[in-house]
């Protein structure tokens, strides 16, 4: 499995002392930093914190050697709403967090049930900054539609948060069609590798990846189309990636510090992952719930 080199153009506790932060970062082509303390007309009109770096459009951060549509953004929030994040997370009522065999969960408003969310606002922690910063990413630079303008609440609705230990992964699999085919992950305090599979001709799954895309603490990383509803996903459970190159790794040119894989290895620590996804069926049970409980 190799790429060519691109050209320019899903236990123990989150709140993991030992994030990865970075402090050196690479500069990609198309990426507007917003750590600047200059007062020029490129400079963004908001107020942004230091250490982020938002493309100007999502075709600046396109993974380009991938068959479908991906974008990969290392520096999507900063290292302090990192630790804002991770520890919201690990402080989270336990009647919030499911247990698996070898990991987590939390699934924030609420679970699906038969494919169905009940209506139900997110929490401010998961809305601001990652989902107010998705929103006001265009994916042309052309005009100011974002990724969500054809799904049916033009945002995402639900996240589901999974922890993975070390050495603790996830089985090959697709999201189904509860979703809008749009799938937004922000990871947090760990980097490991997301591995992209394909069916064989006779439609058995080929156990070798297709693909393997390194996720960094802070990134974001989006995919749709064809690897959504065609390719499958999944996290092996090892306690070290390995063969780590830029013939190896998808987004290796987009990396924040593609040197610190240099030797071609990542030792994996706990790493926490936001999902963010459009559910296309909302139940208003929960309204009527409320209406009722307040008689």
């Not at 500069?27 to 942004?48: F, I, N, R, V, Y």
């Not at 250490?51 to 999502?58: Q, R, T």
Request: proline share 8%.
């Amino acid at each position: 499995m190799t790429f060519p080199p691109s050209s320019t153009d899903p236990s123990t506790s989150a709140a993991s002392s030992s994030h990865q932060h970075q402090t050196t970062q690479q500069q990609h082509p198309g990426l507007e930093t917003l750590d600047t303390k200059t007062s020029d007309e490129s400079t963004p009109k908001q107020h942004s914190p230091q250490g982020i770096s938002i493309p100007k459009c999502l075709q600046d951060a396109k993974i380009a050697t991938l068959p479908s549509t991906a974008y990969y953004i290392p520096n999507f929030i900063s290292p302090e709403e990192e630790d804002a994040l991770l520890h919201k997370v690990s402080t989270a009522p336990k009647p919030r967090w499911k247990q698996l065999t070898h990991r987590r969960l939390q699934t924030w408003p609420s679970d699906l049930v038969n494919n169905k969310l009940i209506d139900a606002p997110l929490p401010t922690w998961l809305t601001d900054p990652v989902i107010t910063r998705l929103m006001s990413i265009p994916v042309y630079s052309y005009d100011d539609k974002n990724l969500f303008v054809e799904s049916p609440h033009k945002q995402p609705n639900h996240v589901l948060i999974n922890e993975y230990p070390s050495g603790i992964g996830i089985m090959p699999h697709k999201d189904g069609a509860a979703y809008h085919p749009v799938v937004c992950t922000v990871s947090l305090g760990a980097s490991l590798c997301l591995n992209i599979y394909q069916s064989k001709e006779d439609g058995a799954l080929d156990p070798q990846p297709a693909f393997r895309i390194l996720q960094e603490p802070r990134s974001l990383l989006i995919t749709t189309d064809d690897l959504y509803t065609e390719f499958l996903h999944g996290i092996a459970d090892i306690y070290e990636d390995t063969n780590l190159s830029e013939t190896t790794v998808a987004n290796w040119n987009l990396l924040r510090s593609s040197w610190s894989f240099k030797d071609g290895t990542n030792r994996r620590d706990i790493r926490t992952s936001l999902t963010y996804r459009d559910v296309i069926k909302v139940s208003n049970l929960g309204n009527k719930l409320g209406m009722f409980s307040k008689r």
